[in-house]
């Protein structure tokens, strides 16, 4: 692999159906010449077009992506409400599949890793460790458990009530309105109560047809890189180490960004999308092992 200066990458859109009819679309960035391909999980709350930027400068470092659009949110055609619900079980088992496969489909001769950020990257953790044989590896930006003891001061405090709100409000509204409380976007009950459940234990349910998730993550021992953001509150270092630590049998490769790496001067949990140059060549740089 080796880095496309000045290059173009073509993006496309590709229409990706999971098993029970849900539909968005996957955005794929192509580069002149690839070997290796990310399947990118976003953030909670945040569509895949966030992430075009991003995508643009992997694919100029010649690394393909192909970016995940959560159910319910941007070209999804669902949309949560009392009616409409999915879990982690459901993006597990039906939509990320769907999506490599599509990717697969499109690209037969890339080998694909699974990364994401945030919550992405936490589902990514649990994808990987789950079907480590559809994988080549797995990375992560941005991202670590939201267990409130991983956090400090007014985080910690934080996340010691929003679980139980979340278990309160979606008994109420059948759905979590992110937009009205200012944190996440509509998102479906089950999946935000997923969620509190880690935020309240540090422990992830079993998914899968109930195979044991965390015993899944000790075991899986492909390459492994994560990427923290030195000012990012939202997953601090403690957070990064908590879901890091569930990986027992892994290679793990570490890298961390501060401001004085990105033209922004900023190192923060959101920033990195709009000058996302340096995250871009650190993972490349890590791909290029895989050739």
């Not at 229409?15 to 009819?21: K, N």
């Not at 990987?128 to 670590?144: E, K, Q, R, T, Y």
């Not at 998730?213 to 075991?219: F, H, N, T, V």
Request: hydrophobic letters at 45%; proline letters at 5%; aromatic letters at 10%.
């Amino acid at each position: 692999m080796t880095a496309q200066e000045n290059a173009r990458p073509e993006l496309k859109s590709l229409r990706v159906c999971s098993a029970d009819g849900a539909a968005a679309d996957l955005l794929v960035a192509v580069p002149s010449t690839a070997r290796i391909g990310v399947l990118w999980l976003p953030a909670l709350g945040v569509g895949a077009r966030h992430y075009e930027a991003f995508a643009a400068a992997l694919a100029e470092q010649g690394v393909m992506i192909a970016v995940h659009e959560w159910r319910g949110a941007g070209s999804s055609d669902r949309r949560a409400s009392r009616a409409c619900d999915w879990g982690y079980d459901k993006l597990l088992a039906e939509d990320i599949p769907a999506s490599l496969a599509a990717a697969g489909e499109a690209h037969p001769d890339v080998r694909w890793i699974i990364a994401g950020h945030s919550l992405g990257g936490q589902l990514a953790a649990l994808f990987a460790a789950l079907n480590p044989h559809s994988i080549a590896g797995f990375a992560f930006v941005a991202s670590g458990s939201p267990y409130w003891r991983t956090f400090h001061g007014r985080m910690r405090r934080i996340l010691r009530i929003v679980p139980w709100m979340v278990g309160l409000v979606t008994a109420i509204c059948g759905y979590y309105p992110g937009k009205r409380l200012g944190f996440a976007g509509r998102e479906a009950r089950t999946l935000m109560r997923d969620w509190a459940r880690t935020a309240r234990t540090g422990r992830y349910q079993d998914t899968a047809e109930g195979r044991d998730s965390e015993q899944a993550l000790a075991g899986y021992a492909q390459p492994l890189l994560g990427i923290r953001l030195s000012e990012d509150t939202l997953c601090p270092e403690a957070s990064f180490e908590w879901l890091l630590g569930k990986f027992r049998s892994a290679p793990i490769a570490r890298e961390l960004l501060a401001p004085v790496d990105f033209s922004s001067g900023l190192a923060n949990h959101f920033s990195w999308l709009k000058d996302p140059q340096p995250v871009a060549e650190r993972m490349a740089e890590w791909l290029r092992s895989f050739d």
